[in-house]
T-cell receptor, first 114, second 111 residues
Framework: NAGVTQTPKFRVLKTGQSMTLLCAQD?????MYWYRQDPGMGLRLIHY???????AKGEVPDGYNVSRLKKQNFLLGLESAAPSQTSVYFC?????????????FGPGTRLTVL | GQNIDQPTEMTATEGAIVQINCTYQ??????LFWYQQHAGEAPTFLSY????GLEEKGRFSSFLSRSKGYSYLLLKELQMKDSASYLC????????????FGPGTRLSVLP
């Protein structure tokens, strides 16, 4: 049981390049989230999904797209990277079964855009 | 809009007690979480409050007053390993039951 995993752990991009971040969870959770974390800003929600085939915008969705084709995977895409997207990205999953401690975070992806 | 405030930094001494405050103003409230985050790592769950009052969990306690939009995390018998950031987060009563996070409080525990 690996929990929530993220690929890659680190990446450096040039402005205008594209990439996809992969989040995978093996806990059969319904809800999945993508956050970015910047110094002094806390975690901010980019996009989220309440189930396979569904996605919705969070607080800071511009410049990102997501897909949830399989329940266990949630992909975050950057079509044309910008320096403002330099950040640490965390994926999280949560069960509909409720309970207070059912949001689990992946280890994070540190992205630098030059 | 959603707004959560926490002190940016705090310092305390090993063995002491520290209280980290969190105030929130959100449209809809379905509970408040505290997370611990060590540098370079993912947040991990510490505590959850949905009703007013104190929840105790070993050396950690968390308090909630919904009428005041206020919570605190109390850490007792501080250890060096408690040096970390502490994130306050409110879960909203919306479509995704989304979380709104505060900026985090960086706690340094000194010997």
């Amino acid at each position: 049981n690996a929990g929530v995993t993220q690929t890659p752990k680190f990446r450096v991009l040039k402005t205008g390049q594209s990439m996809t971040l992969l989040c995978a969870q093996d806990m059969n959770h319904e809800y999945m989230y993508w956050y970015r974390q910047d110094p002094g800003m806390g975690l901010r929600l980019i996009h989220y999904s309440v189930g396979e085939g569904t996605t919705a915008k969070g607080e800071v969705p511009d410049g990102y797209n997501v897909s949830r084709l399989k329940k266990q995977n949630f992909l975050l895409g950057l079509e044309s990277a910008a320096p403002s997207q330099t950040s640490v990205y965390f994926c999280a999953s949560r069960s509909l079964a409720g309970g207070p401690d059912t949001q689990y975070f992946g280890p994070g992806t540190r992205l630098t855009v030059l | 809009g959603q707004n959560i405030d926490q002190p940016t930094e705090m310092t305390a001494t090993e063995g002491a007690i520290v209280q980290i405050n969190c105030t929130y103003q959100t449209s809809g409230f379905n509970g408040l979480f505290w997370y611990q985050q060590h540098a370079g790592e993912a947040p991990t769950f510490l505590s959850y409050n949905v009703l007013d009052g104190l929840e105790e969990k070993g050396r950690f306690s968390s308090f909630l007053s919904r009428s005041k939009g206020y919570s605190y995390l109390l850490l007792k018998e501080l250890q060096m390993k408690d040096s970390a950031s502490y994130l306050c987060a409110v879960i909203l009563r919306d479509y995704g039951q989304n979380f709104v996070f505060g900026p985090g409080t960086r706690l340094s525990v000194l010997p």
